[in-house]
């Protein structure tokens, strides 16, 4: 699965609609969609691919249900399995934004590293 390559800022469902809105209307969008993963409780990707001055680049918002208990099992006998049980909020959402640049050279996409960006 793919979906935490990138560099990550935490987002609203609001501020994400408006960056998207501002790409859709000013990029030339390559492709954007809707992906669902049923691990971790329940993954929405939605994204939006475009050509900026930097060149291909992938926007991602992502929504996950946050993490309620951990829960580990194990058993005392030789040889078992331990594992580990996450409980997942059924209403509670975490949400953040994944920023990646495709690379020719890997044929993939690769984290912009948001440390190189100057922030006042």
């Not at 208990?69 to 399995?81: A, L, N, P, Q, V």
């Amino acid at each position: 699965m793919r979906y935490a390559l990138c560099v990550m800022r935490i987002m609203t469902r609001e501020k994400w609609e408006t960056i998207k809105g501002k790409v859709l209307d000013g990029m030339e969008v390559i492709d954007k969609g809707a992906e669902h993963y049923d691990e971790e409780g329940g993954v929405d990707i939605d994204f939006v691919e475009f050509n900026s001055p930097l060149g291909k680049t992938r926007l991602e918002f992502i929504e996950k249900p946050i993490v309620l208990d951990k829960k580990t099992t194990y058993s005392h006998r030789g040889g078992s399995d331990t594992g580990v049980e996450f409980v997942y909020s059924p209403t509670e959402k975490s949400a953040r934004l994944v920023v990646c640049k495709w690379d020719d050279d890997t044929d993939d996409w690769v984290e912009i590293n948001a440390e190189k960006f100057y922030l006042p």
